[in-house]
């Protein structure tokens, strides 16, 4: 059974329309990342949680928001999405920050701007 | 430069061992991971080796760390047509902190 999921798969949306992208964990993980991986590009974080500590990484532009309003749930808000922001966006949880902590991703979500 | 840098391709034959290089800069990571990325698919990790290791093997992986050069390889025994991803590298200052720093990944391509 998966254990990260996100929602939807593939999402499209108009320029500047905010959307909001999802992702569910059912293994109880105390941090939750989101990364932006662009076409032949290598994934790259854009912020965290670590339980309700939010860790914004300093390049992440201002429209990118997330939410985490329980453990289990962790969203990413793009407030005005230009064409840029096309990407797949992928999710993780990791149970902590100790030795041999593993994290799992989820799909992803194929994010398209037109 | 890149902080991590990877080749982009790389060819071999089915049975054949494959080996993937990653170079990175900072010194002071503690953890390096590889990544394998199937098509449309999120990242599955492979494997990871301490910076005090020189060598980790795992079945069909062998892991090679150079501290002294910054230089990471991935070996793939007996590569399979199901290997056929996008293998990443990445490196942390953090032990399981998933701040991490990817290389661009490589494209490996198992020819039947």
């Known amino acids: 059974d998966a254990m990260v999921i996100q929602n939807p798969r593939y999402q499209v949306t108009q320029f500047g329309k905010p959307v909001t992208l999802s992702c569910s964990q059912t293994l109880n993980h105390n941090v939750m990342y989101w990364y932006q991986q662009k076409s032949s590009q290598a994934p790259k974080l854009l912020f965290h949680?670590?339980?309700?500590?939010?860790?914004n990484e300093a390049d992440t532009p201002d429209n990118f928001q997330s939410r985490r309003p329980n453990t289990s749930f962790c969203f990413l808000d793009i407030r005005s999405p230009g064409l840029g922001d096309a990407a797949m966006y992928l999710c993780?949880?990791?149970?902590?920050?100790?030795?041999?902590?593993?994290?799992?991703f989820g799909q992803g979500t194929r994010l398209t701007v037109v | 430069g890149e902080d991590v840098e990877q080749s982009l391709f790389l060819s071999v034959r089915e049975g054949d061992s494959s080996v993937i290089n990653c170079t990175y800069t900072?010194?002071?990571?503690?953890?390096l991971y590889w990544y394998k990325q199937e098509p449309g698919a999120g990242l599955q990790l492979l494997t990871y080796i301490f910076s005090n290791m020189d060598m980790k093997q795992d079945q069909r992986l062998t892991v090679l760390l150079n501290k002294k050069d910054k230089h990471l390889s991935l070996r793939i025994a007996d590569t399979q047509t199901g290997d056929s991803a996008i293998y990443f590298c990445?490196?942390?200052?953090?032990?399981?902190?998933?701040?991490?720093?990817f290389g661009k990944g490589t494209k490996l391509s198992v020819i039947p």
């Open positions: 990445a490196e942390s200052m953090r032990a399981g902190s998933y701040q991490l720093t």
């Open positions: 993780a949880t990791a149970k902590g920050r100790g030795q041999n902590t593993e994290a799992f």
């Open positions: 900072d010194s002071s990571s503690t953890y």
């Open positions: 949680y670590y339980d309700k500590d939010f860790n």
